[in-house]
């Protein structure tokens, strides 16, 4: 053999085989890009434009109308203004939404957990059974609830005989009837996340907490409950993002005492009073934010933000 290591005549190894994994790589890379392009493109079409467009709007003159048009002079009153003249439904909104969410969790937590461990041959069925209310329009499924909390239905009738109302107390055009429309129908959004979470649980780190002489309720609480959170911050999350916006469950089962910000906004925007609307929509988004960030913070789940 020569010096440099090789038969004489022979060609030295060249470094192609070791360019072409790197090509792949970036090929790969590229390929990864193209497929986040539909979808990323549908949020900037129908998600980033509006909102900037709904920002824009809030800063509108108010002066403006719909036939003279509005102009443009960054008017930051609206924001105070929108605020200070719609506080109380503001505040409303968020307490019923924090309401509806505690009840769907307290609601979904066991009908998840009975799902994931319990069900057997059911599962699928009780699965099924949960999504099924999505099979019907929005808007019915809250009307059924004028009906179920009517003054001469049997719910009321009974709690009549129970004295649990007076003779002449109802449930419906209450705050109570708002927050039984909103649990109801956000009810799934709460469920389907909990049972993803508590179906990956391994049935063998329970077992094991049993065998550490761990109550049921200890290896709940130190074993299920938090290897389930990620499952029930998003349960929340969903649950309570939509609910604060929600206004057809305060229109339809409420009173005008009940009112939500949505139902403010719908009506301002009906009204052609754009900027007014606009503010209050983001002043809405924005409290939705912090609270959601706070809330994630303090869970510790900060991977989700």
Known sequence: MSAAGHLPGSEPATDVPAAVPAAQGRRRGLAGYLLLLPGGAWLALFFVVPTLTLVATSLYDPAGSLQLGYQMTWHWQN????????????????????SATVACM?????LAYAIAFKAGRFKNLMLVAVIAPFFTSFLVRTLSWQYI???????VSVL?????LGPDGHLLATPFAVVTGITYNFLPFMVLPLY???????GRLVEAAADLYS???TAFRTVTLPLSMPGLVAGTLLTFIPAAGD????????NPTTRMVGNEIQDLFAAGDY???????VTLMAAIVVLVFVYVRRAGTEELV
């Open 79 to 98: 924001y105070l203004e929108s605020i200070s003249d719609y506080s109380p439904q503001l505040v409303r909104s968020l307490l019923y939404a924090l």
């Open 106 to 110: 307290l609601l979904g937590y066991p």
């Open 149 to 155: 909390l009517g003054d001469n239905e049997a719910v």
């Open 160 to 164: 009549r005989t129970l004295h649990v």
């Open 196 to 202: 993803a979470s508590l179906e990956k649980i391994d």
């Open 215 to 217: 109550s049921p309720f």
């Open 247 to 254: 206004y057809i469950n305060a229109e339809l089962l409420g």
């Open 275 to 281: 900027p007014t609307a606009s503010s209050l929509s």
